[in-house]
Structure formats: C-alpha cells, structure tokens
C-alpha cells in the first residue's frame, strides 16, 4: 500500500492535471478502463465526460474534500433531533487551510440514518418469502 504522503501527493497531481486548461488528459494518472459509479468505460470515454463538463462550465475546478462516517447512540436529543437508537450519518466536509492550520470548515451534513445494530436478533425473520 502507498505511503499517505505518496497517495496525497498522487491524488494532488490528479486534480492539478483536471484543474489544468487546456485540459490534456489524464492517461498519467488513470488506468487505460476506469469504473464510474460501477460503469466500466475506457479512459478516452471518462475523458469525454469531463471534456463535456468542461466546456459547459469553463470554470469548472476540483478541490480535495472529505465524506465522514459516523455512527452513534445519542443519549439526548442529537443534531437538532431526538433520535432512539444507533444512528449513523454520512458528512462532506471541506477544509480550507491558512499558515499550515485549518481555518475555514464547509461542513454538509447528511440525513440521521437509523441503524440495525444486532442482525442476528431472535425476533428477525429471516424468510425470504
């Protein structure tokens, strides 16, 4: 597995290479068949794809963001809800940084997800019928 300085530098040089105009492609970083949302296409497609993007919005540009996972089993009323349970959410986050610090947070919240913590539970049905 590639170190996280290896895979950062890897996903920077990505997105400076989308971000660049005019756009030249990709081939250095992505496989000659990529998968998109579990569509098998060539590079050349994928390419294509964002060559459309592009065109429609010239000042289309990507930045590094993060989607978070969390899960808990709040005691008191929880992000504005009162909730019973295990609940799990799913957060885009997006960080700016200034002097080497975090200093701006965009933070998205997703919908407070209800979660089946005891799947083996004596009073599940496990019929298919």
């Not at 030249?24 to 994928?46: R, T």
């Not at 701006?104 to 539970?121: H, Q, R």
């Amino acid at each position: 597995m590639a170190s996280s300085s290896s895979l950062k530098e890897a996903y920077l040089a990505y997105l400076a290479a989308f971000n660049k105009r005019p756009f030249a492609g990709l081939a250095d970083h992505m496989h000659p068949d990529v998968v998109l949302n579990e569509s098998s296409m060539p590079l050349a497609e994928f390419e294509k794809l964002l060559t459309d993007d592009i065109e429609a919005a010239p000042g289309l540009h990507f930045e590094v963001g993060c989607r978070i996972e969390f899960r808990c089993t709040p005691v008191r009323e929880f992000m504005g809800r009162k909730v019973q349970g295990t609940v799990k959410c799913m957060e885009h986050m997006f960080y700016q940084y200034r002097d080497g610090k975090i200093a701006d947070v965009w933070w998205m919240p997703g919908e407070l997800l209800a979660v089946e913590t005891d799947l083996a539970s004596p009073n599940r049905s496990t019929d298919s019928a």
